[in-house]
């Protein structure tokens, strides 16, 4: 385990915050859970970002006593930026308790106006310091998303350090032409390759990376923009059933989806009650590639209820209800 050293400045007094990008499905919830199970001795708060109207992304997180703030149905870059701005406050006034402060954003989300928010804001500006936009990167599938995503792009240019996880799934051609584009766009970050994120923690936390005048060389209207649209062909879908899910059921159906959907379906995640089992399932898919695995018991305050998100084009709302109530147990 690395131990994480912080740079001496006259910053130190300030909490360091590392905002964690990239698109939908690059790994980010792997990386953030592989920082709060590192062996580093730090504690730090977590704001969780979800595009939808039902969070699973904290289900996702794995459990330890960090603290975890979660905003759904809406990007932490638009809609909840006040959210955001709260939740800060309100980490200010127990500031004791963490080192720093990690927040992961959702897969759409152009992390410039995340940035803005410690500059713009008098009181996040002065008890914070944006430490680092740390952007991780789908090594297979980033060519595409450069294509059809306009954010895919900026949070590669805004990005201090470039985790280009998933570099088992292309060979050293493709790897080649994937940095080849990534520095296309962003000539200064450092690019760390990996699989499955893992990578030492001190190479993503505690940079003392992000800078201001390079952002400003970038966008010089950094600080006085606010604009910012989304693709609107994207849109999320979240359902929620009460009865246990049959694994065989449910593996039957959403396999028979994602090789059919597969190429409009960005991103397939939820946490599922089988029966019998006292532990939650989460089930992760990117376009055709899925994965699931048990994540722990039950919390005793929440219901034991499977959840399912979609976040994808051309999503046919009443077919995937039905499809997913199917898979429950008789």
């Known amino acids: 385990m690395s131990e994480i050293s912080s740079p001496t400045t006259v910053a130190d007094a300030l909490v360091p915050v590392t905002v964690l990008t990239g698109y939908l499905g690059a790994g980010k919830t792997t990386l953030l859970n592989r920082i709060l199970s590192e062996n580093h001795g730090k504690r730090y708060a977590v704001v969780i970002n979800e595009f939808g109207e039902l969070g699973v992304d904290n289900d ?49 989300a152009n992390p410039a106006p995340v ?16 430490d680092a936009i740390v952007t991780v990167v789908d090594a297979r599938h980033l060519p595409q998303r450069l294509d059809d995503s306009a954010e895919a792009a900026e949070q590669i240019a805004f990005a201090d350090v470039i985790v280009l996880n998933k570099t088992d799934l292309v060979n050293a051609a493709e790897l080649a032409d994937v940095e080849r584009r990534i520095r296309a766009i962003n000539r200064f970050a450092v ?14 936390l505690d940079r003392g990376a992000f800078s201001l005048d390079r952002v400003l060389e970038h966008t010089p209207a950094f ?6 649209e989304h693709n609107e062909d994207v849109a999320s879908m979240s359902f929620e059933v009460e009865r246990p899910i049959d694994p065989e059921k449910f593996n039957a159906w959403i396999g028979a989806l994602l090789s059919t959907k597969g ?26 590639m899925a994965d699931g695995d048990f994540v722990g018991p039950w919390p005793a305050d929440v219901p034991q209820r499977s959840r399912l998100v979609f976040i994808g084009r051309n999503l046919n709302r009443p077919q995937l209800r039905r499809g997913f109530e199917s898979c429950q147990v008789d």
């Open 60 to 108: 996702l997180v794995v459990d330890t006593d960090e603290e975890v703030f979660e905003m759904n149905n809406g990007c932490v870059c638009c809609t909840v930026r006040g959210d955001l701005i709260r939740i800060l406050g309100g980490l200010m006034k127990r500031r004791g308790r963490f080192d720093g402060i990690i927040i992961e954003t959702t897969g759409l």
């Open 191 to 204: 690019i760390h390759r990996t699989e499955r994120a893992a990578l030492p923690i001190a190479e993503v």
């Open 223 to 228: 600080l006085t923009d606010d604009t910012h």
């Open 263 to 288: 190429q409009d379906l960005l991103r397939t995640k939820g946490i599922l009650q089988y029966p019998g089992e006292t532990r939650r399932f989460a089930f992760q898919a990117v376009h055709m």
């Open 115 to 130: 940035a803005q928010t410690f500059f713009v804001d008098d009181d996040v500006r002065a008890r914070t310091r944006l």
